[in-house]
Nanobody, 122 residues
């Protein structure tokens, strides 16, 4: 069993930066792939980024490549999402997810956080 808690959301102007954090609890949480998804009002949840437990595999959605960076600190069971050059279309609730597999499908992930709101003003 893995519990996930996100933090770091907020309101930022276009072009600004935010860093999201997600801390996992559970004895083997550090062995899980950690990912970020987001969901805007009226839209489906979409993949943002994922990183395998050993960092050997990292994936990004095309819409965030070059602007967002996912990293993790296994000693702290924490994954980060550094978001730079934010755009109004990045506005969404951002969710942290964990699974033993690696992928970009929300249906694959077994564990989810409660979400944190990111709002980018124009």
């Amino acid at each position: 069993q893995v519990q996930l808690v996100e933090s770091g959301g907020g309101l930022v102007q276009a072009g600004g930066s935010l860093r999201l954090s997600c801390t996992a609890s559970g004895r083997t949480a550090w062995r899980y792939t950690m990912a970020w998804f987001r969901q805007a009002p009226g839209k489906e949840r979409e993949f943002v980024a994922a990183r395998s437990w050993n960092g050997g595999s990292t994936y990004y959605a095309d819409s965030v490549k070059g602007r967002f960076t996912i990293s993790r600190d296994n000693a702290k069971n924490t994954v980060y999402l550094q978001m730079n050059s934010l755009k109004p279309e990045d506005t969404a609730v951002y969710y942290c997810a964990a699974d033993k597999r690696v992928g970009d499908s929300a249906r694959m992930y077994d564990y989810w956080g409660q979400g944190t709101q990111v709002t980018v003003s124009s």
